[in-house]
């Protein structure tokens, strides 16, 4: 299974200002290639601490490492300065990465939504990778995203506009995935048992896990209050769909009838 | 400044099924308290993993360590074994938090929202708490919140049903956040600029925040469309409410003429 971190950047979301959706968004989405998030960091535009939580990252050796956040043209973005930095490589003007921040600076301009297409340095700053580094066009803002083929990891740094993020993901960033993630494939599927109390779940949940090791089974909290369901998801990842989806019937089942038996409703 | 960092725990989190808000509203109480979040991690209901972030943040000396989550009766609630493991301290039946868990199940019971109220292995299992640790009441659910008072560090530990930390934080966590914080005061400014190119505010932004370096000013890239308002912060933490009013005041009427000497329209 394909190892990811993520690494969401900009004081905005550690001071409470901006809710920080796109970590989520990119969980649901590698998750359901069959990839599995460890871990998921918010920092500030602070280039020591970006460049901390790189290199913890790539000692641990994950797979796919994803950068959200401070890749745009003013000064406290500082993403691309951190990759550098901790890669102890340069940073340098991108032809291409330049090709594209132009283009999209004449297309703005010749409809009238900015006054010029000058390369100024904001805009410039933009094109400037790490070495080594591919940029990933953004269909719907000018800072490309920016590819880095490691040894043994890929790092990925995207905008953190979120529409532009989900534009590279499932624009160009969709091959690389795809070759990463191979064939993967995750299946979820929910139990809804008819009970409000998690402690009385518990002991059975714990039981049927045990005979199921490879599923992951969690139920979900609720707030005490007029709710009596109880939301129990099953999900598993791997190559092969048809020893998942059967896998994961088995464990339903197992689970549906031991929950009949401690007397709990089940929503058909 | 108080420093602050937030681990949350939860699978959930990092399949991408449940978007963690939990912290973002623990970082605009603190920020709004004067305080300084420096980093929040999303980690998996693994042991070892929740270990090293919470060593991690302790050998950063942070001030106040805040978690959320893994508080409640399953077994892949591990929050409190991480913690206790963390310290290298054992954990023990807190008689205190036991009378909390066994009250909430009485009152429980005695609404009809439990069938009873015997203190099964799994409602027990919220007692038991690193040893030197004090329970906070829950006033919405059974698992107490947990407060550990460490050398450098306060170690807070919140269940993850954001109603269950939000009564925590704004009830029996508020004196003790009180006295961490002191008469720490953050205040925010907004300007909002008439353009929709980032790349013509950076260099004004810059050359401002430069003539006003204790000022935090930061602006909100937004998707190129018809909107063409920018919103730009200015923020400020410290103790003196009077000095931090005057120099926003003076970072706000900065910018504002900087901007109308670029022909930035400005929003009144």
Redesign the interface.
């Known amino acids: 299974m394909v190892t990811i971190e993520i690494i969401a950047i900009g004081?905005?979301?550690?001071?409470?200002?901006?809710?920080?959706?796109n970590?989520?968004?990119?969980?649901?989405?590698?998750?359901g290639l069959g990839g599995h998030?460890?871990?998921?960091?918010?920092?500030?535009d602070d280039r020591p601490?970006i460049i901390r939580e790189i290199r913890g990252a790539l000692e641990r050796g994950v797979q796919l490492l994803v950068t959200s956040g401070g890749l745009?043209?003013?000064?406290?973005d500082l993403t691309l300065q951190a990759v550098a930095e901790a890669l102890e490589r340069p940073l340098v003007l991108n032809e291409r990465a330049l090709a594209l921040v132009r283009e999209t600076?004449e297309r703005?301009a010749a409809a009238g939504?900015?006054?010029n297409a000058q390369l100024?340095?904001?805009?410039v700053?933009m094109a400037r990778l790490p070495q080594g580094a591919e940029p990933l066009e953004n269909p719907?803002?000018?800072a490309p995203g920016v590819l880095l083929r490691l040894d043994r990891t890929t790092l990925v740094s995207l905008?953190?506009?979120p529409?532009?993020l989900k534009a590279i993901v499932t624009g160009p960033l969709r091959p690389i995935l795809q070759e990463l993630f191979g064939a993967g494939v995750f299946r979820q599927r929910e139990v809804i048992a008819l009970c409000?109390?998690?402690?009385?779940?518990?002991?059975i949940?714990?039981e049927v896990?045990e005979r199921h090791p490879e599923v992951?089974i969690?139920?979900?909290?609720?707030?005490?209050g007029p709710d009596i369901r109880f939301r129990i998801?099953l999900?598993l990842s791997g190559r092969d769909p048809t020893s998942i989806e059967a896998k994961l019937e088995e464990a339903v089942r197992d689970l549906r009838d031991a929950l009949r038996q401690a007397h709990i409703g089940l929503e058909a």
């Open positions: 004081n905005e979301l550690l001071l409470g200002d901006t809710l920080d959706t970590t989520s968004w990119l969980c649901r989405t590698f998750t998030v460890e871990r998921a960091v918010l920092v500030r601490a745009g043209p003013t000064d406290d600076y703005l939504y900015v006054t100024t340095e904001s805009r700053k719907v803002g000018a905008p953190g506009v529409a532009e409000r109390d998690e402690t009385v779940l518990a002991p949940l714990s896990a992951y969690k139920s979900r909290a609720r707030e005490f998801t999900s």
